[in-house]
């Protein structure tokens, strides 16, 4: 599976916008881009996820560079309970396999 | 609908003891996987079960085995407990065919290897 790349750590305040960045340069063009969270003491969630176009849902928003190389998830408004470890996944869906790979994941704190 | 639950939540072992957990997916989803999560290593795949058959295996020795029921309920067996071992299991069962590979993990269960 390709790499991806995540800050180790990242603020934000309550209420205000988060960009959590991912760089995956080595990205293969049947790659989907996944984005998962995890709670402090519980398993990780699914977030969010695409190929090449922007997507958003209730949860967040996913902007997908151009070029496939990088992305970012977008919280809207950050509460305290958006306080995780955020993963940023590339799943090949063709290769049939439902493997997830994860990374260290860029831990956000909110800041009340 | 009942999410994914694992039991036992909680479990201590001596080292070269043997452990099973259990995993019951969402009804109606085939393929569960599992995943060990640890302070140094974080989560790794363990292996992925679907229609009873192990489809993915990670990069773990031969002690840590599963299986799969007809019923999609999933064990894994560890045997030969090592310190090593201690950690959070994780489940994640996953509709098959549902094209974005959602995966919906359990709260784990905590074994600690004495």
Redesign the interface.
Same mark, same amino acid.
């Given at each position: 599976d390709a790499k991806t790349t995540q800050p180790n750590s990242m603020e934000s305040n309550e209420e205000e916008p988060v960009h959590l960045p991912c760089n995956h340069s080595t990205i293969s063009g049947t790659d989907y881009i996944h984005w998962y969270r995890q709670l402090p003491s519980q398993g990780p969630e699914y977030v969010i996820h695409g190929l090449t176009s922007n997507v958003n849902n209730r949860m967040a928003s996913l902007a997908i560079a151009e070029d496939r190389k990088s992305s970012t998830l977008i919280l809207h408004r950050a509460t305290l309970r958006d306080a995780a470890v955020y993963y940023c996944i590339l799943i090949n869906l063709g290769a049939g396999s439902y493997q997830l790979t994860f990374g260290k994941g860029t831990k956000l704190s909110v800041i009340p | 609908k009942a999410g994914?639950t694992q039991t036992p939540r909680y479990l201590i072992k001596t080292r070269g003891q043997q452990v099973t957990l259990s995993c019951s997916p969402i009804s109606g989803h085939r393929?569960v996987?599992w995943?060990q999560q640890t302070p140094g290593q +974080?989560?790794?795949?363990l292996f #992925?079960y679907?229609s009873e058959t192990q489809?993915?295996k +990670?990069n773990f020795p031969g002690r840590f085995s599963g299986r799969q029921f007809s019923n999609s309920r999933s064990e894994m067996n560890v045997s030969t407990l090592e310190l090593g071992d201690s950690a959070l299991y994780?489940c994640?069962s996953?509709l098959?065919g549902s +094209?974005?590979? #959602?995966?919906?993990? +359990?709260?784990?269960t905590r074994l600690t290897v004495l």
């Open positions: - | 994914v393929s996987s995943y +974080g989560l790794q795949f #992925e679907f489809r993915n +990670g994780l994640a996953s098959v +094209g974005n590979n #959602e995966q919906f993990f +359990g709260p784990g």
